[in-house]
């Protein structure tokens, strides 16, 4: 298990129910990912971390709504509530997550002109993380996915940890999807057709 890390993506009080961008069963996936902690030697955590004026939030573009979307520099880029704000209580990890077992948190989406869905890279697709930098250092060639938002920052993480060919798990019932559209099959096909293996 020393190569393998499970990566626990975005567990914080605003995408859990009663939260900014509350996803349905949110805080279901707490027991279990807990429980999950024990089996890896390497827990990594990440975290949604926007100053209040970040660009992708709706309330920063006149007369448009939140799951409208926009032209940013690097393509088209979906609007949101004001969600995950630096220094809030929505952006800290659910109080029943077990953070002491987290090696490293990756904090993503504090630069206001760019969001940051992936564990991975930015959305120009091109500034890193440094995660698979440090995963690479660490001798970590496997890591196991958990968190929300599946058809989201899950699925953005698995493809692009895939990219960076790193081998992929995807565990279902420790993630929760908002669904947008047809969104989470959409990304659970596009995960697969990338090699990930879905569980």
Not at 33 to 57: C, K, R, Y
Not at 97 to 107: D, K, N, Q
Request: a negative charge; proline letters at 5%; one cysteine or more.
């Amino acid at each position: 298990m020393a190569e393998e890390a499970l990566v626990v993506v975005d567990v914080q009080n605003d995408f859990c129910p009663g939260g900014a961008l509350g996803v349905e069963g949110g805080h279901d996936i707490v027991p279990i990912i807990n429980q999950l902690m024990g089996e890896f030697e390497h827990v990594i955590l990440t975290q949604d971390w926007h100053p209040a004026d970040h660009s992708s939030f709706a309330s920063q573009h006149p007369g448009k709504a939140p799951f409208e979307t926009v032209q940013m520099p690097y393509g088209e880029q979906k609007l949101w509530p004001d969600h995950c704000v630096q220094g809030t209580h929505g952006a800290e990890f659910h109080p029943d997550l077990v953070t002491t077992r987290a090696e490293l948190i990756i904090r993503k989406g504090y630069h206001r002109e760019i969001d940051s869905y992936s564990a991975f890279f930015e959305n120009d697709r091109t500034t890193p993380t440094g995660l698979a930098g440090y995963l690479r250092e660490r001798g970590i060639s496997r890591i196991t996915l958990a968190g929300i938002a599946t058809d989201f920052c899950v699925a953005y993480s698995a493809l692009d940890a895939r990219s960076h060919g790193f081998n992929v798990t995807v565990l279902l019932e420790a993630c929760r999807g908002i669904d947008l559209n047809g969104s989470l099959d959409a990304m659970i096909r596009q995960m697969r057709d990338a090699g990930t293996t879905i569980r």
